[in-house]
């Protein structure tokens, strides 16, 4: 039975038998002659990848697609990723020409949306599914502001004497600045409660009593911090001190509430590599780089990547991967980064902009952490180039909104390249056939500059 398309359109989406898998396994694999021309220092990237079937099968569209994305360290609910793609993939679609249809699942808690787009002339559906692990999140953040204090000090210590800062500092600024901003902030609202505290208290002991110098500068000071500490949404100092400390709690370990938790994303990625659609495609942003990566290579090592079954890609958006790579007990990271490098099953491209102050931008996570493998194949690093895709207004109004940037990858573009997400998850080709032609970006940095690169037995 043929299956609704989208309102106004008059061809019904496509529905991708299982018959019919054999000759889509290979859809996102780029064309010999693209292979010829596109030549990468090193051998294309794209060119190395195994193929799963006649590659002169190589153009046909997808058709239907899973995707499942994992968030950054994000304390809100999964329904607010849902209503950004509802959002911007609407207006994507008006200024790209193209349409999209959503459709969610009231009893997943948003977790789950289908999506029907009709984009270069081809019908697609996708079904969209969100990894949750926000409880984590909101339990790593249930701290007082006294804790909050004790991590900052902390998580400083760790970084410096482990030389982590010392390496992350050569790399791009503008992380940087991001991570010290929170340690700034903070000390600013002390410094400020205790100001005020004083002057308080001064006030009291001379024209009330002297003792109450004490218990004022004490009863205001922490009320001042609560109430820093409340509007921190408008600071985000706690959000972000909490971040860091989150990476470093363990010198880079990957925290013991997060290892059943990656056990079922990696599960939830098994299950989709056996649905009747033409490519799964997995999307880390930020900090979800890092648990994107860790997934794939447990699979990989697991044997569950079978090579006969759907295109498999890994999409890394504003990576932060070196901010725990370069600990010293990240040694199962950097053991994954090693393995993804050269595997030849997955897709693997890494998206960023130098205008993103909150990722690492085009450092090649693998290359800077210092555990390329002789054979690196990935990932293909490339930039959004925000510079040239967004407006002038609309960099002039997100120019001190650093989050608002940090999400711009999943968000419209007023000037859409290369990178559009919603081309990329909901449109008709495979990331390998999207980016098949690329070169790696110029201006990437490969140097390897993390202090510790053992890695796991």
């Keep these: 039975m043929p299956r609704a398309g989208i309102p106004g359109t008059k061809r019904p989406y496509g529905v991708v038998s299982s018959s019919r898998l054999s000759e889509l396994e290979i859809s996102g694999l780029p064309s010999p002659c693209l292979q010829a021309h596109f030549a990468f220092p090193g ?15 190589a153009t046909l569209p997808v058709r239907r697609r899973q995707v499942i994305y994992i968030p950054g360290y994000d304390p809100f609910p999964p329904r607010r990723y849902r209503e950004l793609y509802r959002t911007e993939g609407a207006k994507q ?23 029907q ?19 984590i999140v909101q339990a790593s953040m249930d701290r007082g502001v006294a804790a909050t204090y004790w991590l900052m000090v902390r998580t400083a210590w760790i970084y410096i004497r482990t030389g982590a800062l010392r390496g992350l500092m050569r790399l791009r600024p503008g992380p940087m600045f991001a991570a010290l901003y929170p340690v700034a902030m903070l000390l600013v609202q002390l410094l400020a409660a205790l100001t005020l ?6 006030l009291l002991s001379w024209f ?7 218990l004022a500068a004490v009863v205001v000071s922490v009320a001042v911090l609560q109430w820093f500490k409340r509007n921190d949404r408008r600071l985000y100092a706690y959000y972000l001190m909490h971040d860091y400390a989150f990476s470093a709690d363990h010198n880079g370990a990957l925290a013991p509430a997060m290892a059943p938790r990656l056990k079922e994303f990696g599960e939830s990625i098994a299950a989709a590599l056996t649905k009747d659609v033409d490519e799964v495609l997995v999307v880390g942003h930020s900090s979800g780089a890092d ?17 006969d079954g759907p295109a498999v890609s890994l999409l890394t958006l504003g990576q932060v991967i070196p901010m725990t790579s370069f600990l010293p007990e990240a040694t199962q990271l950097r053991t994954d980064l090693h393995l993804m490098a050269a595997q030849d099953r997955v897709v693997w491209v890494d998206v960023s902009a130098p205008g993103d102050g909150a990722s690492f931008a085009l450092c090649d996570p693998v290359s800077v952490s210092g555990v390329a493998p002789p054979n690196k194949r990935w990932p293909l690093v490339i930039s959004a180039a925000f510079s040239q895709t967004l407006a002038p207004e609309t960099l002039a109004a997100t120019r001190w909104r650093f989050f608002r940037r940090h999400a711009q990858y999943l968000c419209a573009f007023d000037n859409p390249g290369e990178y559009d997400y919603f081309r990329i998850t909901a449109g008709p080709k495979t990331l390998a056939a999207r980016f098949g032609h690329r070169k790696p970006s110029a201006s990437r940095i490969e140097t390897p500059l993390s202090p510790h690169t053992k890695m796991a037995s």
Excluded: C
């Design 208 to 214: 009330v009593w002297p003792p109450l110098f004490w």
């Design 197 to 202: 505290a004083i002057s308080v208290g001064t």
């Design 117 to 135: 787009t009709d984009i270069e002339g081809v019908q697609v559906e996708t079904q969209m599914q969100v990894m949750i692990w926000s409880d």
């Design 291 to 307: 648990i994107a990566v860790m997934v794939f290579a447990d699979l990989l090592r697991n044997g569950r990547l079978d090579a």
């Design 43 to 57: 051998g294309s990237h794209f060119a190395r990848v195994r193929r799963m079937s006649d590659p002169a099968d």
């Design 93 to 115: 679609a008006a200024i790209s020409g193209y349409q999209i249809a959503m459709k969610g699942d009231p009893k997943q808690g948003g977790t789950r949306w289908d999506v």
